[in-house]
């Protein structure tokens, strides 16, 4: 209690570390022993064992039928999931319309296209194609706008895309429809306050917020569909990758080394988006955190700069 | 007083949700220029009937008119016809509203969000818009906080922005829906200092609040609604010195 009173009471007061012995984890230990132990058995089994045909993978990973059929699969995988989230959009918004005509026709594409396993729809699109030698765009019974003949097309290409692309926007659509939903009301209201119409309220207010609830499943959907074009085989479509290292592995009666090397494939592929996935959901992030967390290379690079400094 | 022209008209205006009868014939008269503060007890239909005036809700009954113009409807040789969407939007334009949970978009940063109603709807070019957010933030003391995101901002803050918001897209109306509500007591005070000097720039404001004070020292008319009707209104200092019903001398026994 000094006489003449101090500016500002509010000091923060002096702050002794706490000292306390660590509490011990021996289960940890034990448990981390036992699964080494499986693993190096498995590491061992993996190298000695012929069977895995390791030097034929090496020998074919990179070989040019399967390098293109990597190509095949990633157009494929893209131009699915860009059918499938367009779609899923115009689908989501419809399914949202106040309109009973637009809100059942939505419905009804996704209980049809949902409802029915993809390589069912694989194969009748193929046969579909087959049936309609030239596609016209038309009033229906009335005047043609424009007719193509799908000879012209790549036909096992076309139904492969849209076998996969509609399936998937079936699924998109309630996933865009649920992060729609999640967007509060309130965001709509200050929108159409302002004077916004519908559609600029949900271009410019309410799907950049709903991305941040979009994106994670549409990361998933999309290795799920890198791994489901796997099953145009059902047009068939053969120059994709796993119909490739199939038929290599029955040619040279190794079909499993083969199959290794198309997972691996797969794998390296589904690793790459994950990357992808981490920095697009960083970005839709913006606003809905106070500061971003750092990319694991901004924290590497931290921890660079704090060893130099010590 | 009487001189100046007549802003926004309410003429026995009723709406029901449903079964639930919001409002139930609300008369009032506010001339351009006036700030008229609406007070009253929850659920009595404030917030209800503000929306009604910029057509976030459509009425059952009545007449509502901004300028002499029917909100959501137009009238032809005596029949009415109601408005498409995109005239309704262009009636709100020129109304701006201040929400109690400020509803700014969290992903656009505080000058983005003023000069998002400009460049969407007006088309406005994006640079002298942004220009001019910058220069709406400055007038309610964020001048520096352009780049902030609004989580980054305290709620009094962050409500300054939605004015600004509001004020960018040139309203000649105000609605602020317990704009201070929301804040903790000593963040009201830079609200209502911005609202205060909105009213002294000439805008005609509608404003819902419990600030008592604000209303007796800004209002030029202070309606009490309850159960959807307007109780009792008049100037600010007479009707709070002399509450002629129980229910109004209750309330006031409340918020005072
Ligand atoms: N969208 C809606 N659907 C159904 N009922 C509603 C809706 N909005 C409001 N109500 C009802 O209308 C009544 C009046 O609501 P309103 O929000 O206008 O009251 P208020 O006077 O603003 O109250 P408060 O002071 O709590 O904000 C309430 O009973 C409320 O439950
Ligand atoms: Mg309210």
Known sequence: ???????????????????????????????????????????????????????????????????????????????????????????????????????????????????????????????IIALYTTISLGVPFGPEFFTLDTKTLIPAFVAALLGLGLNEAAYMSEIVRAGILSVDEGQEEAATALGMSRMQTLRHIVLPQAMRVIVPPTGNETISMLKTTSLVIAIPLTTELFFQASAIGNRLFQPFPMAILASIWYLALTSVLMVGQYYIERHYAKGAMRELPPTPIQKWRRKLHLGGAA | MSEKPVKVLAENVHKAYGRNEVLRGIDMEIRTGEVACIIGPSGGGKSTFLRCINHLEKIDSGRLSVDGELIGYKQRSGKLYEMHDKEVAEQRRSIGMVFQRFNLFPHMTAAENVMCGPVVVRRDNKKIARERAIELLGKVGLGDRGDSYPMQLSGGQQQRVAIARALAMDPDLMLFDEPTSALDPELVGEVLDVMRRLAESGMTMIVVTHEIGFARQVGDLLAFIDKGVVAEIGEPREILANPQSKRFQDFLGKVL
Do not use: C
């Open chain 1, 1 to 127: 209690m000094s006489t003449d009173a101090p500016e500002d009471v509010a000091q923060p007061r002096e702050k002794p570390p706490i000292e306390a012995v660590p509490v011990r984890h021996p289960g940890r230990w034990v448990g981390a022993a036992i699964v080494a132990l499986f693993g190096a058995m498995l590491v061992h089994s993996l190298l000695t064992n012929p069977n895995w045909g390791w030097s034929l993978i090496g020998e074919w990973i990179f070989s040019p039928p399967i390098v293109r059929g990597v190509g095949v699969t990633i157009l494929l995988t893209v131009l699915s999931m860009i059918i499938g989230l367009v779609l899923g959009i115009v689908l989501a918004i419809m399914r949202l319309s106040p309109n009973p005509v637009l809100n059942g026709t939505s419905w009804l594409f996704i209980w049809a296209f949902r409802g029915t396993p993809v390589y069912v729809q694989l194969f009748l699109w193929a046969n």
